[in-house]
């Protein structure tokens, strides 16, 4: 089945520790995404990649990291510098990013910061 | 700055009534919106999308208007089930190159249909 995989779903980290999340998907889609979700907030763009080998940062970049190596992978860093990272992340991709078509989600990773 | 509300309030509904949700813009030209469906701890699925230069869109149960003199789009669930009890999310794509590409989202609304 093709979708997207994000790991872990949970995970607990120390303050002053850099963690990073996996986003794959196999949907052979150009343009991928990673979004914040706290409560009683909408979705926050973190960083966007139109295409591999290309990323731009979003709304709330500051303490965050990407790389897109691969057309199927868009790995997420949260680093020590990002002041509050408790939240739920999501990555979603799209066929192309200058399209209005669906955004296709993962399950989301939980990060709780001790 | 940009600004999309959704009610913040969760809507309680009878089954088989209709559910009608809003998403409110504010200082944004969207070219199209996008409605999802998210269930606790899991990730946004896509409903229906509808353009600028479209009315009304229907899918099954799902009917979606969007007025951009109002600057607003509305959500309706006919004939709701407990099934339909999620949060419903409204995203607005821009019309610039770089907006486009890059979904705005409000912060959803709950739906809550008892039988």
């Known amino acids: 089945d093709g979708g997207i995989t994000q790991s872990p779903k949970y995970l607990f980290r120390k303050e002053g520790q850099n963690v990073t999340l996996s986003c794959e998907q196999n949907?052979?889609?150009?343009?991928m995404y990673w979004y914040r979700q706290d409560p009683g907030q909408g979705l926050r763009l973190i960083y966007y990649?139109?295409?591999?080998?290309?990323?731009q940062k979003g709304d709330i970049a500051e303490g965050y990291s990407v790389s897109r190596e691969k057309k199927e992978s868009f790995p997420l860093t949260v680093t020590s510098a990002q002041k509050n990272p408790t939240a739920f992340y999501l990555c979603?991709?799209?066929?192309?990013?200058?399209?209005?078509?669906?955004?296709?989600f993962g399950e989301g990773s939980r990060l709780t910061v001790l | 700055s940009q600004k999309i509300e959704q009610n913040s309030e969760a809507l309680n509904i009878q089954e088989g009534k209709t559910a009608t949700l809003t998403c409110n813009y504010t200082?944004?030209?969207?070219?199209?919106l996008q409605w999802y469906r998210q269930d606790p701890g899991r990730g946004p699925v896509f409903l229906l999308l509808i353009r600028e230069n479209e009315k009304e869109k229907r899918k099954e149960r799902l009917k979606v208007t969007f007025d951009t003199t109002l600057k607003q789009s509305l959500f309706h669930i006919t004939a709701s089930q407990p099934a339909d009890s999620a949060t419903y999310l409204c995203a607005l794509g821009g019309m610039t190159t770089d907006s486009w590409g890059k979904l705005q989202f409000g912060a959803g609304t709950q739906v809550v249909v008892t039988p």
């Open positions: 200082n944004y030209s969207p070219a199209y």
């Open positions: 979603a991709s799209r066929r192309t990013f200058r399209e209005s078509g669906e955004l296709f």
């Open positions: 990649s139109q295409i591999v080998n290309d990323f």
């Open positions: 949907l052979n889609h150009d343009a």
